[in-house]
């Protein structure tokens, strides 16, 4: 009896290590230990035994049965592993799969991270018609009534809508600041906006010039400010655009809508200031004009000048876009070429 | 505008110790954009005076010549080909190293020690038109050499310290100075030069003129005219002027004429205010100063001839006009050889008359640039003390016969009233009065003050529209005080709720979800449209806005759709790409209606602002790209959080197919198409293989959530089964039948939690007219784990009921 468990038990442990699967083990396993397993003959022949024999003998079952379970777990565990054991040859170094590729253009981009930017600030967002009128383009703007950007040659004009008067003499906005009075005719003082959109010049384009191009304004009106502080709305900008601080100074510039009136400058990132060719020697490079909004501006919007103050500059959108990614051509932004825009995810 | 640091120091004295990079820095911080700055000696660089002792026969060249040259401290011998070469003659010797411009054509080439037939050449015997002064030293031949011999100088001299040409030229930016008419001529921007550095400023030279009769002139239009100071002088003729006169003005780039003329430039280049030599013998009777007549015909100085209009002014004789008022002369009346009586002008004519003039033909000069900038009329008397004293100088014989000054209006110098409160909180800073009255002292400002007021009387030539209010006094001081010594403080905020802008924020997240979920590319288009598209488009153009100098002719009307343009791209990426999908938002625009959103006064058009798309793709998978793209457009509302839309057949657009089209609506308002782009216009637009699915709605319509709108249901606590069918049924039922009726007849099945549609199938397995349509349904109880016949029982039951109602048949 004794011999015969002893086979039971080296039969049974051969065909558990020789298994090759799961449901072949499910198969050994229910030989092995099911209702009618290798056991059932012996358990049948216990009674025809010497009584004093029997518990050796049960003992001894119960611990074959103890050891094939423990036998049959490890396999299972070794048959899974082995299962989905990844080939010692698998390449690594095999390029992932690309995400299907959309996103937004790069002027977006940058505008939406001036918007976070702003509105981390608590300024509002502006948005405006891209159609406005002589009224709002030059008047409202302390443009004096002869000044050249008036004339056909600087704004695309609109056919038949001239009938004399500023108020119905309808061109594509030339600027974003005329949309400036509008926010201030409709919005309660103090006001902190920005003002993204798109302007339309009439120009010979080239790689440098366009006709229909980006400005992104942010303006300031309160009791008590001084112009100075214009700078901290400047560097907050560049700091966004560039990662980093970047060296602003403010010169004088003129422009009908401000006084006094600035020509801003950034330190070239170039060549640090040192002067290149970049920068035509300078060491700085013109990138937006600024300044506290004129008097007969700040009328306009219904405000009292001796009252109230403030400061705007206007930035140009993708003038920045070409200088964060060095883009050379500011005709590939409304080129709708996805060659160019996929560059930009 | 060019500015010579020598002329400048004529008016102040600027220390040696000046640092030329800070004054240009200076300069441009508080005043004009210094755009670069010229050594003007870097020029004639090893460019040297050289005496010619002897004058010797080539060995081997008949045109050549060897010229024993003294160089200062030895003698050389040089090669020349000059034809006007003689012994005692100071030249200019270009030595090795130099950079001359050979016979004045091509590229500078560098001098380098030669062998010319034969003969060794120590550099080179220049012409003026090598070395850049042909304008000063004009060669009656193109073999003649340049003759120095007139200058005192001895051999070796550098070129630059010989002709007095050493130098520096400030490039300044014309349009940093376009509000500053004070500034375009040398005493002006010496002003502001010495304010910036607190130096003396010389007093510009004054003339009285004593015991002239008067000269008739007959100024008919004061308001266009409203200084004009005629003055007849005998006794000149023309010569060339003096050298130092010459070098003066060629070195801020204007080319020597004769003395005459010279004068003319020479003051205008000094004082800003332009003036006019006429040959008095060509003048009938007298100076009149009026409108031209319509179709008036003038011969300009330039050649150019002008059919004039009422609106130019001109000056003219009692005959006919002689010249183009503040532009320029006419050759009627120009200095010519002969010239021996000349009639000067100084005068002041209106900014913008000029600068309508000078536009309209076409004709800016260095007069007209200066008039257009409004120069005040006081600048006449700088002018003509200037021009007195030159021609007295160059001809000390002349006399003045007649002279009239007529100036009927005097200037108003503007007076401005400035609270030092409001200036100290202006500028965020205390400036001591003292400082403040020194800087604007300097600038010509007349300072007084009474307790808090400060009262400014503003100097003519800064009255004609540059200073008028406070704020311009204290742009003057703060520029002055320099711009960098004012610190920012921190900007201050009222905090009173946050920032809600739903409209705002709407598109951005409707370009965020087509971006970066639906993974669709941003595109970027002009407003105008391209002809050949709105006519296949749009085709009819009624109340689209036309620009009235548009871009190309071709390129007028601008857009009252996204979609012309969004073709237009497509059609521009299909060189390089076969499926894509692009999207744009934009405002469309359309003469339909007008609205006075701000200024009572004002009519605008309605603009809205729209976001359309293409989805590119084959017509073989038409399917797959219909679904795709719908299923963007559908997902849309629930990820940007908004109203839902619903798709609606009530209004096919002119551009679509005839089946596969579809509205966007919201509560049921249209806002929107979603189409196929008919086969017949995308052939029409050159697109010949590819289908495009385009959509377009009006992000104005649109209704964002104030919040997020997802409502959350209990997770099953019984197991929710899968249980697909497939239908065979007629092909003209369609999904949205089959899904009402499974939903109607089993509204009280609380079994059947959805339907959903897997797929459909056509093709050889189907009978023609029939359809295959694969559905999901999701069965499960609420209460307890279903039996397969229960489960069945519902699944079967909603074939039956297609089966009843379509005579669908179960595919097994």
Same mark, same amino acid.
């Given at each position: ?345 | ?613 293409? &989805? %590119?793709?084959? @017509? $073989?998978?038409?399917?797959? /790209?219909?679904? !795709?793209?719908?299923?963007? +457009? ?122 959903? &549609? %897997?797929?459909? @199938? $056509?093709?050889?397995?189907? /009978?023609?007219? !029939?359809?295959?349509?694969? +559905? ?37």
């Amino acid at each position: 009896m004794i011999d015969k468990l002893k086979k039971i038990l080296e039969d049974g442990e051969q065909r558990i290590a020789k298994t090759m699967s799961e449901t072949e083990l499910q198969d050994v396993k229910a030989s092995l230990l099911g209702k009618q397993s290798v056991f059932t003959e012996v358990m049948k022949e216990m009674p025809k035994l010497d009584p004093k024999m029997r518990p050796e003998i049960g003992k001894k079952v119960n611990e074959i049965k103890s050891k094939f379970t423990d036998l049959i777990d490890k396999q299972r565990l070794e048959l899974q592993l082995k299962a989905d054991k990844i080939d010692e040859s698998f390449d690594t170094t095999v390029p992932g799969i690309a995400p299907p590729s959309g996103g937004l253009h790069p002027i977006t981009q940058m505008c939406y991270d001036l918007n976070d930017a702003f509105r981390s600030m608590g300024f509002e967002i502006f948005e405006e018609d891209d159609i406005t009128s002589e009224l709002y383009a030059f008047d409202k703007l302390n443009f004096p009534p002869n000044h050249p950007a008036r004339e056909s040659m600087d704004t695309y004009w609109l056919e038949g809508h001239d009938t004399g008067c500023a108020c119905d003499k309808l061109c594509l906005r030339p600027h974003l600041t005329g949309g400036s009075v509008r926010y201030l005719q409709t919005h309660k003082p103090p006001y902190r906006f920005v003002y993204p959109g798109r302007v339309y010049r009439n120009e010979s384009t080239d790689a440098r010039h366009e006709r229909a191009f980006f400005q992104y304004e942010a303006l300031i009106v309160d009791k008590d400010f001084n112009f100075a502080s214009g700078k901290i709305l400047i560097k907050s900008v560049l700091s966004k655009v560039f990662g980093r601080d970047v060296p602003v100074r403010m010169r004088a510039g003129f422009f009908p809508f401000v006084e006094p009136g600035f020509e801003i400058d950034m330190g070239c990132l170039v060549c640090g200031g040192k002067g290149c060719s970049v920068c035509k020697q300078v060491g700085w490079i013109e990138i937006m004009p600024g300044g506290t909004p004129h008097p007969n501006v700040l009328r306009a919007g219904g405000l009292d000048p001796d009252e109230y103050t403030g400061f705007y500059v206007n930035i140009g959108l993708d003038r920045l876009v070409m200088m964060r990614y060095g883009v050379d051509d500011v005709r590939l932004f409304h080129s709708a070429d996805l060659r160019f825009l996929e560059q930009f995810n | 505008m060019k500015v010579s640091l020598d002329w400048i120091k004529e008016y102040v004295e600027l220390p040696e110790s000046m640092d030329l990079t800070k004054l240009a820095y200076d300069l441009t911080m508080s005043t004009v954009e210094v755009e670069g700055t010229e050594k003007l000696a870097d020029k004639f660089d090893k460019i040297i005076v050289g005496v010619i002792k002897e004058v010797l026969p080539h060995p081997n060249a008949d045109k050549l010549r060897i010229c024993k040259t003294d160089i200062g401290n030895e003698i050389k011998d040089i090669v020349c080909g000059g034809s006007n070469l003689e012994a005692g003659m100071k030249v200019a010797v270009a030595c090795p190293g130099a950079v001359v411009k050979w016979h004045g054509e091509g590229e500078p080439v560098e001098i380098k020690n030669a062998v010319l037939r034969g003969v060794p050449s120590f550099g080179m015997i220049c012409a003026a038109v090598e070395i850049g002064l042909a304008d000063l030293f004009p060669a009656n031949n193109d073999h003649e050499i340049v003759d120095l011999s007139a200058f005192d100088v001895k051999a070796g001299t550098p070129i630059a310290d010989a002709l007095d040409l050493n130098d520096i030229i400030l490039e300044i930016d014309n349009k940093s100075m376009t509000n500053r008419p004070d500034l375009w001529g040398h005493y002006g921007i010496a002003r502001e030069i010495a304010a910036l550095y607190d130096l003396p400023l010389k007093e510009f030279p004054k003339f009285d003129l004593k015991d002239v009769p008067a000269l008739t002139i007959d100024i008919q239009d004061t308001e266009r005219c409203p200084r004009y100071m005629g003055t007849e002088i005998n006794g000149v003729f023309v010569k060339p002027a003096p050298y130092k006169i010459q070098q003066r003005i060629w070195k801020v780039g204007m080319r020597p004429i004769n003395a005459l003329v010279d004068i003319t430039n020479y003051v205008m280049l000094a004082t800003g205010n332009p003036t006019h030599a006429f040959d008095a013998d060509n003048i009938k009777d007298h100076i009149v100063v009026r409108c031209a007549n319509d179709g008036e015909n003038l011969l300009l100085l330039n050649g150019k001839e002008l059919s004039l209009s009422s609106n130019d002014l001109v000056i003219a004789d009692t005959e006919s006009a002689v010249g183009l008022a503040g532009v320029m002369g006419g050759s009627k009346d120009s200095i010519l050889p002969k010239t021996q009586r000349v009639l000067l002008e100084v005068a002041n004519f209106n900014a913008q008359g000029i600068r309508g003039t000078a536009l309209r033909y076409d004709n800016r000069t260095d007069a007209s640039s200066r008039y257009e900038k409004g120069i005040d009329p006081e600048r006449c008397d700088q002018a003509f003390a200037l021009s007195m004293q030159m021609f007295k100088e160059i001809y000390p014989d002349m006399q003045v016969v007649a002279h009239s000054d007529y100036y009927p209006t005097k200037l108003v110098q503007n007076e401005i009233d400035v609270s030092m409160k409001w200036l100290e909180s202006r500028l965020g800073k205390v400036i001591a009065k003292e400082d403040i009255v020194k800087k604007l002292s300097e600038l010509g400002f007349e300072v007084s003050f009474n307790e808090d007021n400060m009262h400014i009387v503003v100097p003519t030539w800064r009255s004609t529209g540059d200073i008028s209010i406070k704020d311009d006094i204290m742009e003057e001081i703060a520029r002055m005080y320099g711009y960098e010594n004012f610190e920012p403080s921190p900007i201050t905020t009222t905090f009173t709720g946050a920032i809600n802008q739903l409209d705002i924020d709407i598109e951005r997240k409707i370009k965020e979800y087509l971006a970066f979920r639906c993974n669709m590319r941003e595109i970027f288009t002009y407003p105008w449209m391209d002809d050949e598209y709105v006519k296949a488009i749009l085709q009819n153009t009624d109340n689209i806005l036309k620009i009235s100098t548009p871009p190309s002719p071709d390129e007028s009307y601008i857009r009252s759709s996204l979609l012309p343009n969004i073709v237009k791209a497509v059609n521009k990426n299909l060189r390089y790409y076969t499926e894509f999908s692009i999207f744009e938002s934009a405002k469309v625009f359309s003469a339909e209606s007008f609205s006075t959103p701000y200024d009572p006064t004002e009519k605008l058009p309605v603009q809205s602002k729209h976001i359309g798309g293409a &989805f %590119v793709g084959n @017509y $073989k998978t038409i399917n797959d /790209l219909f679904r !795709k793209s719908k299923g963007i +457009l559908e997902n849309m509302s629930r990820y940007t959080h908004m109203e839902k839309f619903d798709f609606i057949k009530s209004d096919k657009p002119v551009w679509s197919d005839d089946v596969l089209w579809l509205n966007i609506c919201v509560d049921g308002e249209k806002i929107g198409d979603f189409a196929l782009l008919s086969k017949q216009i995308a052939l029409q637009c050159g697109i010949k293989n590819n289908a495009v699915m385009l959509f377009e709605l009006d992000i104005d319509k649109l209704r964002p959530f104030k919040s997020r709108t997802n409502t959350f249901t209990h997770l099953p606590e019984y197991p929710m089964n899968d249980f697909d069918l497939s239908m065979i049924i007629d092909e003209n039922i369609s999904w949205a039948d089959i899904k009402n009726t499974i939903l109607e007849v089993n509204k009280d099945n609380e079994l059947l939690k959805s339907v959903s &549609f %897997v797929e459909e @199938y $056509k093709g050889k397995q189907i /009978l023609k007219g !029939k359809k295959s349509v694969t +559905l999901r349904l999701v069965i499960g109880s609420d209460t307890k784990t279903l039996t397969s016949a229960e489960l069945e029982k519902t699944g079967f039951g909603v074939a039956k009921c297609l089966e009843d109602k379509y005579n669908a048949l179960l595919r097994r």
